[in-house]
């Protein structure tokens, strides 16, 4: 999740526990809620101190009591400085309290997403991740921007009533959000289960998520996929590719599944998000050749997503490939 929809998410967590009486809490809490990300900071150091990593210890209820325990003391006085005096007054275990909560609500969202963290680091190198949505989402993304814009200009501008209001409204369309992933994850989980995909992958709409398969074998590699909506129910049949072996030596191609198998593995090699995501492909014939855009079923946007397209001569099998970002349904031979 990105730095500014944790801090807001701490900032509003906080204000639903210190309410408008602890408002030096809440900024504490808020500061909390960013903080884990400053282990950016140790990106040098990261390959000699493997916990020093991005997600590192900074992402653990370890790193996060540390940076609470400093700040106790120190984040008082950097306040008092920064902001007035006000901001210093109030009890030592309560601003621990404030950044431990805050630095947690940071762990836990990073964990909410497909991206892993390590709680119990450094005890333990157990990574936990629930997958239930996108570490970077462009609709959280812009309502944050819009969120932290409304409490700006209502500061001073409007009753404090509804600017408490607001700070109330905001919190809970976030716990409703988070719910509403929640479920989903949930919900496609039971589906994993049952029918044996490997993967749950959620996507920029909260309502919709992807199940996934990859299975690679001697001699052949199966991929499979279906799309889930949270009210709708499937959206789709799940689709599947079987990929054998192509032929050593170059030679006509005939059929789309030809096409597919000699133009599965230089797309891979071409672009680095499909051999580190799941995968899937859209081909179409033309008279002479083919064309094949393999693309990621993770790194997706506004219906397009990243991937390569791979032109297959008819003739004599020649693979092109280009990198591209377009929609899988829209492919042209």
Same mark, same amino acid.
């Given at each position: 999740?990105?730095?500014?929809?944790?801090?807001?998410?701490?900032? !509003?967590?906080?204000?639903?526990?210190? =309410?408008?009486?602890?408002?030096? #809490?809440?900024?504490?809490?808020?500061?909390?809620?960013?903080?884990?990300?400053?282990?950016?900071?140790?990106?040098?150091?990261?390959?000699?101190?493997?916990?020093?990593?991005?997600?590192? $210890?900074?992402?653990?209820?370890?790193?996060?009591?540390? $940076?609470?325990?400093?700040?106790?003391?120190?984040?008082?006085?950097?306040?008092?400085?920064?902001? =007035?005096?006000?901001?210093?007054?109030?009890?030592?275990?309560?601003?621990?309290?404030?950044?431990?909560?805050?630095?947690?609500?940071?762990?836990?969202?990073?964990?909410?997403?497909? #991206?892993?963290?390590?709680?119990?680091? *450094?005890?333990?190198?157990?990574?936990?991740?629930?997958?239930?949505?996108?570490? $970077?989402?462009? %609709?959280?993304?812009?309502?944050?921007?819009?969120?932290?814009?409304?409490?700006?200009?209502?500061?001073?501008?409007?009753?404090?009533?509804?600017? &408490?209001?607001?700070?109330?409204?905001?919190?809970?369309?976030?716990?409703?959000?988070?719910?509403?992933?929640?479920? %989903?994850?949930?919900?496609?989980?039971?589906?994993?289960?049952?029918?044996? #995909?490997?993967?749950?992958?959620?996507?920029?709409?909260?309502?919709?998520?992807?199940?996934?398969? &990859?299975?690679?074998?001697?001699?052949?590699?199966? !991929?499979?996929?279906?799309?889930?909506?949270?009210?709708?129910?499937?959206?789709?049949?799940?689709?599947? $590719?079987?990929?054998?072996?192509?032929?050593?030596? *170059?030679?006509?191609?005939?059929?789309?599944?030809?096409? !597919?198998?000699?133009?599965?593995?230089?797309?891979?090699?071409?672009?680095?998000?499909?051999?580190?995501?799941?995968?899937?492909?859209?081909?179409?014939?033309?008279?002479?050749?083919?064309?094949?855009?393999? #693309?990621?079923?993770?790194?997706?946007?506004?219906?397009?997503?990243?991937?390569?397209?791979?032109?297959?001569?008819?003739?004599?099998?020649?693979?092109?490939?280009?990198?591209?970002?377009?929609?899988?349904?829209?492919?042209?031979?």
């Amino acid at each position: 999740m990105d730095l500014f929809t944790h801090v807001l998410i701490a900032y !509003l967590v906080s204000y639903g526990v210190w =309410g408008p009486g602890g408002l030096q #809490y809440i900024a504490a809490g808020a500061l909390a809620g960013g903080l884990p990300d400053s282990d950016a900071l140790f990106f040098p150091l990261a390959k000699r101190f493997p916990l020093l990593r991005h997600h590192g $210890i900074t992402h653990s209820i370890f790193g996060v009591t540390v $940076i609470a325990a400093v700040g106790a003391f120190v984040v008082p006085s950097v306040f008092a400085h920064v902001i =007035g005096p006000s901001f210093a007054a109030g009890s030592t275990l309560y601003y621990f309290l404030a950044m431990e909560g805050g630095g947690l609500s940071h762990v836990f969202l990073d964990g909410f997403t497909h #991206y892993s963290v390590p709680p119990f680091a *450094p005890f333990s190198k157990l990574e936990f991740h629930l997958d239930a949505d996108r570490a $970077i989402n462009l %609709g959280t993304f812009a309502f944050t921007g819009f969120s932290f814009w409304l409490l700006l200009y209502e500061r001073g501008r409007v009753p404090v009533a509804l600017w &408490e209001l607001t700070t109330w409204l905001l919190l809970a369309i976030y716990l409703s959000y988070l719910a509403v992933r929640g479920v %989903g994850r949930w919900k496609a989980g039971t589906i994993q289960k049952k029918e044996g #995909y490997s993967s749950v992958i959620p996507t920029g709409n909260p309502f919709v998520f992807l199940l996934a398969e &990859e299975r690679a074998g001697s001699d052949s590699t199966f !991929l499979r996929f279906t799309r889930l909506h949270l009210l709708r129910g499937r959206e789709d049949d799940p689709r599947s $590719i079987r990929l054998h072996p192509p032929p050593n030596s *170059p030679g006509p191609v005939a059929s789309p599944q030809e096409a !597919l198998e000699r133009s599965y593995h230089p797309s891979i090699s071409k672009g680095w998000m499909l051999s580190e995501t799941h995968h899937f492909a859209e081909v179409r014939e033309a008279p002479d050749h083919f064309t094949v855009f393999w #693309y990621s079923l993770e790194f997706s946007m506004l219906g397009r997503s990243a991937g390569v397209v791979a032109r297959v001569d008819s003739a004599d099998g020649h693979v092109d490939t280009r990198s591209a970002w377009m929609a899988p349904k829209n492919l042209t031979a």
